[in-house]
């Protein structure tokens, strides 16, 4: 089983949709823990829900360089302290440093509500609506030290509706997401995912879950 550590900072609908694969037997993995940057938040009744130990560890004030430092080696204490082999972002609304990045070498993974490398950063889904895309969706990748460009793990296509708005498009890509996330992670846990350069290779993979109508 392959331990995972979650880091969450909202609602947390990618965390309980992991959590409830592992718990379902649908997951090689089991979440050994939820570290939150924000006290109070959604994704924390989902941990108690769900029976996943759930560590606060709150990020308000933190700005300064030293400060966001100080803040990521705590949070990589938990990390270890809970024997995490993989760290899963889950909708973490913090850049990481790099010096926690370069701690969990090719062992962090996050989701993004977009088919990168189109659309990194925040307001995703306006963007994709001002620009009239057609198609949009979301991407499992590995972080690296750049914002959303770490080697693509697995993608899911999602299509824009006439007359979508930004909350109705969010809606349709959190469907994909809920069910690439812990097929991605089920692919590292099955021991099936090689990183080569920018390029994630998986061994003999079923295709991953279609995407929503
Ligand atoms: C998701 O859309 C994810 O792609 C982005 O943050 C959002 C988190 O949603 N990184 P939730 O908290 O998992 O519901």
Known sequence: MLKVAVLASGTGSNFAAIAEAAAGGRLHAQIVGLICNVAGAGCLMHAERLGVRAIVEPSKGVKTPEEREAYDLRVAAHIE??????????GYMR????????????KILNIHP??????PGLRVHESVLAHGCKVTGCTVHFVDEG???????AQAAVPVHEGDTPETLAAR????????????????????????????????PPAPPASPA
Request: aromatic share 8%.
């Open 114 to 119: 977009s088919l990168l490398p189109s659309f």
């Open 173 to 204: 890509v959190h469907q994909a997401e809920h069910r690439l996330y812990p097929w991605a992670i089920e692919q590292i846990a099955r021991g099936r995912v090689r990183i080569e350069g920018r390029r994630v290779i998986i061994a003999g």
């Open 147 to 153: 914002l959303d460009s770490g080697p693509i793990l």
């Open 95 to 106: 850049l990481l440093t790099p010096a926690f990045i370069r701690r969990f070498p090719d």
């Open 81 to 90: 302290a809970l024997g995490a082999e993989l760290v899963v972002l889950a």
